[in-house]
């Protein structure tokens, strides 16, 4: 009976080395937004959660000798936030099944469904990278985490970052004119005056570097002349030398960001906009993270008397097999419950360039 060859087959596809294998699968290098800017984070829990702590410490009084200490006043304010960590995932039928049934009964071992159900389990995992770094990118743009009819689902996770973080360049990049490192200085400035941190990344798209090699300030600033068209020599500027000005003016470095990712409809898709740029603070778990947390299926595996995986496991991309008898089919199934979450919303800044 098929089903009770399938039944054996599966027995001996082990869960846990499965999942192992799962645990070693890398998010993609070039994944920059879930990898350094809300890098990725497991906890054990079905929420993710924001706690925090504002205090505000006046200056201290000076008193005559002999007199009382003032006592002063604490001015503590803590908050948490927090919310239900969202499922997702997708489900392979394992292919050339029949083939696959025949070979086997033919006294061939079952290799060749073994090798198909690791396969699967590996593009399991790439496609919850896929989901997540669209999810960081985002959030990142506007500081909300949005789904707009994704398998029926409209949410939207708002980290209110100010409008002031979010700007606009008051000339479009795309102008060789435009004051490119005048706007920057000024969205820097405006970090500094409101506390936070330096930012030691910049991030925008290869166009983005591309309009800052051709641009009238910076060509000025690297060859030394004063800023007017006339008297700056024609040569663009290569990648190299847009960070030696930046090094001039102490802002960080430009990495440019062009991922692009596959979607169901056969389209691809980019994370973050072509016409935007990104000033980040230079610790990347001050700002965000995106968090992993528990799924059903890492619960269940993780529980009972004879547990396929430790409970420290259970967090994360899970990956589970079984089979259908009507009509006969093997699947495998990669589950997570992930989201980008945004603790500090003020210490970056997302400027529209063009």
């Known amino acids: 009976m098929p089903n009770d060859m399938l039944e054996v087959l599966l027995r001996d596809i082990n869960p846990t080395e499965i999942n192992a294998f799962v645990r ?13 800017v809300f890098p990725e984070r497991t906890v054990n829990s079905v929420k993710w959660q924001i706690r925090g702590t504002r205090r505000r410490v006046a200056a201290a009084t000076y ?3 002999d007199a009382q200490t003032r006592v002063a006043t604490r001015q503590i304010e803590r908050w948490a936030t927090e919310g239900k960590l969202l499922p997702l995932g997708q489900k392979y039928i394992i292919g050339e099944l029949e083939t696959i049934l025949e070979n086997i009964q033919r006294g061939m071992d079952s290799k060749d469904l073994v090798t198909a159900i690791y396969d699967d389990a590996a593009a399991h995992v790439l496609s919850v990278k896929h989901r997540m770094e669209l999810a960081a990118g985002d959030c990142l743009v506007d500081g909300k985490f949005t789904l707009q009819g994704e398998n029926n689902l409209m949410l939207e996770a708002d980290h209110k970052v100010p ?17 490119m490192l005048g706007d920057e200085l000024r969205w820097i ?49 290569a990648p190299n030398e847009v960070n030696v000005v930046r090094g001039r003016y102490g802002l960080p470095p430009i990495v440019d960001y062009d991922v692009t990712i596959p979607l ?21 778990r001050q700002m965000g993270e995106t968090q992993y947390g528990l799924t059903a ?13 430790d409970r420290e496991e259970a967090p994360g991309i ?12 093997v699947w495998t199934k990669g589950a997570a419950a992930a989201m980008p979450v945004m603790y500090t919303p003020d210490i970056h800044i997302a400027a529209t360039i063009w």
């Open 189 to 237: 400035e405006l970090l500094r005056k409101t506390g936070a941190p330096r930012p030691t990344r910049a991030l925008t798209s290869y166009k983005g570097m591309a309009l800052a090699m051709a641009n009238d300030s910076y060509r000025a600033a690297y060859y030394g002349s004063v800023n007017s068209a006339s008297t700056i020599p024609t040569a663009v500027l």
């Open 163 to 179: 409008a002031a973080n979010m700007p606009t360049a008051p000339v479009a990049w795309t102008n060789p004119a435009a004051d």
């Open 24 to 36: 070693e699968i890398q998010t993609p290098a070039d994944y920059a937004l879930t990898q350094s």
């Open 297 to 309: 299926e890492g619960m269940v595996l993780s529980s009972g008397g004879n547990p396929s995986i």
């Open 63 to 65: 008193r005559a000798w």
């Open 264 to 284: 169901e409809d056969g389209t691809d898709v980019r994370p973050l906009p072509e016409n935007m740029f990104f000033l980040l603070p230079p610790d990347a």
């Open 318 to 329: 899970i990956v589970t097999s079984g089979y259908e008898d009507d009509p006969v089919q």
